[in-house]
């Protein structure tokens, strides 16, 4: 089904910057549409509970936020296409997207890019395990789900988030059998001054640990978990101490595990706008301006997507970016521009100590990309291991897109959203060079699997012209 | 032990959904992927080359890992809502 609606500007994704954003333009009055894959706004920082749920009494702050960000979409009249997985972005801008039962094109003048990151996860023997998922996902079951895994868990990888989850598997009645942190101790007390300058954060972040110290969970600094595998009733866990070389087992249900955020560049990449390496800002990042311009005219970055710097200033970096189109479109004058700019950039500088102390905090650690053994799968859609992609290196694969035609590697379903970064990692480690030079996987459609009855749609064949073959 | 968390929400209806002719009972509207799990229903379908196990993982359309099949249809599962009757299989489907 092809509609070729149009609009003023899309933005793709819901979350607190693409609506935030969505609301700037539809209140200087264009045609808005914000498209988003899930049912409800929210992104996946304030992921909506499903729609069957029914709220008792009283709410998880995420979820009060949620219900803000979906009551302000309705007060300002914004068109939304929930459940529309968006599969492919051409130039002009035509944007291609599917639900439950049809594709749909969109066209707009200008696009704003809000699909924020995706979760950063190192790989280990076993990590394509069923039991194994991700920190992030683990969130999402505790806070939008309102379940709990299994009855005992394991957290794996760095950053808060192993502290967040931690202090809401032990709220909502679970048990937390380890938490297993890459930083040290030393690390964590060393941001602590970065960290406070957004007290708000900080504050949960003492909620959080002070409850993981009230219940005495293990904890295991500078350690990975190096191996997993099936035993009877679970999984059995290879911690590893990356700076004393201690191994120990133990045996859970699960292991949620995540070593901090990705932005996504699906989208920027499918359209060749420039990118560019930034370790701090989460690897591979779309170029922009400091408004979020984009290196293609009439596409703006807005959230994670061009560089971390969290759930807070998301709603301020979609300010930012839609204040740039509508300048740009001369919607507001220099002086509306300047005005609105310039007091979102000074809040912005503030979130990025916070940012860059978070970052620290979630760093890859040369150590544990050494520890990942030879056999350990890297592209879990194709089933590439780490000697798959180290001998394809050694046979003259110098960089990201011919290591990917020789092995296979990032042409699964996933497009290499999962092991793009490890997979940078190990090959910089093995040639001793800057991850720039080993590029980025060019963009490629369909940046998520589209199913073929959903293209083909409704139609009778025999109604159909037949074109008659071309004589031999 | 029921894993769900019910101090702030309340689940719609009970139902029924068949998972390789087994039946499991669910409520409607849940996320398919999270009944699945927390049912211990983990190995959802077999990697394409080693033909190992896997199941749910990042739980936000980017990994593809969870697909399942719904009535001969392969949909990844963390997008999926219950509903009554739902027909789903898991494991070695993809021939």
């Known amino acids: ?472 | 032990m029921d894993l769900r968390v019910s101090n702030y929400f309340d689940r719609s209806n009970k139902v029924n959904i068949n998972v390789n002719n087994k039946k499991i009972e669910a409520y409607e509207g849940e996320c398919l992927a999270v009944v699945l799990f927390v049912n211990n229903i983990k190995k959802l379908r077999l990697s394409p080359k080693k033909r190992q196990s896997r199941g749910m993982f990042c739980l936000m359309g980017s990994c593809q890992e969870c697909v399942v099949l719904i009535d001969d249809k392969k949909v990844i599962s963390c997008n999926v809502f219950i509903k009554d009757g739902m027909k789903i299989k898991v494991g070695d489907f993809d021939k």
């Not at chain 1, 395990?129 to 990888?157: D, E, M, Q, R, Y």
């Not at chain 1, 940012?355 to 890297?378: D, W």
């Not at chain 1, 003259?396 to 959203?417: E, F, H, V, Y």
């Open chain 1, 1 to 472: 089904m092809i509609n070729n609606r149009k609009y003023d500007v899309i933005v793709i994704g819901a979350g607190p910057s693409g609506v935030s954003s969505a609301i700037n333009c539809a209140k200087k009055g264009l045609k808005v549409l914000i498209v988003d894959l899930n049912s409800n706004s929210g992104g996946q920082i304030y992921r909506a509970p499903p729609k069957t749920y029914k709220s008792i009494s009283k709410k998880l702050e995420e979820n009060v936020i949620q219900n803000k960000l979906s009551d302000e979409i309705k007060k300002f009249k914004i068109e939304t296409a929930y459940n529309h997985t968006v599969w492919q972005v051409s130039p002009g801008f035509k944007v291609n997207a599917f639900n439950e039962t049809s594709t749909i094109q969109w066209q707009s003048k200008s696009l704003i890019i809000a699909t924020g990151t995706y979760e950063k996860i190192i790989p280990f023997e076993g990590w394509t395990i069923p039991g194994v998922i991700g920190l992030a996902a683990c969130t999402v079951i505790l806070k939008a789900h309102h379940f709990i895994p299994s009855k005992k868990i394991v957290l794996a990888g760095n950053g808060p988030l192993l502290m967040l989850v931690a202090y809401y598997v032990i709220q909502f009645g679970g048990k937390v059998d380890a938490i297993i942190d890459t930083s040290s101790k030393i690390d964590w007390i060393k941001s602590t001054l970065s960290l406070i300058t957004n007290p708000k954060n900080f504050r949960d972040g003492i909620k959080w640990i002070f409850k993981i110290f009230l219940k005495r969970i293990p904890f295991y600094s500078n350690s990975t978990v190096e191996k997993a595998f099936e035993v009877d009733g679970g999984i059995n866990v290879k911690i590893r101490n990356l700076k004393n070389g201690k191994a120990k087992n133990i045996i859970s249900e699960t292991i949620a595990i995540g070593h901090g955020l990705i932005p996504s560049t699906d989208i920027t990449r499918l359209l060749r706008a420039e990118h560019i390496y930034d370790e701090q800002k989460g690897g591979w990042i779309a170029k922009v301006d400091r408004f979020l311009r984009s290196s293609i005219s009439g596409v703006y970055i807005a959230g994670d997507g061009a560089g971390i710097s969290g759930a807070l200033a998301a709603t301020d970096k979609g300010l930012l970016a839609s204040s740039a189109l509508l300048y740009d479109e001369k919607f507001i004058s220099q002086t509306e521009f300047d005005h609105n700019t310039y007091k979102i950039l000074k809040k912005l500088d503030k979130y990025e100590v916070f940012a860059k102390a978070i970052f620290k905090l979630n760093s890859t650690p040369k150590k544990l990309i050494e520890s990942i053994n030879n056999g350990t799968v890297i592209c879990r859609c194709e089933d590439i291991t780490k000697s798959e992609i180290l001998r394809a290196v050694d046979q003259g694969a110098k960089d990201i897109n011919q290591i990917k035609s020789w092995t296979r590697l990032g042409m699964g379903p996933c497009q290499g959203r999962t092991c793009h970064y490890a997979t940078s990692k190990i090959v910089a480690e093995y040639l001793n060079c800057e991850i720039d030079n080993l590029g980025y996987l060019t963009g490629r459609s369909p940046i998520r699997p589209v199913p073929l009855d959903r293209v083909l749609g409704d139609f009778d064949y025999e109604k159909i012209t037949k074109v008659e073959a071309a004589p031999l």
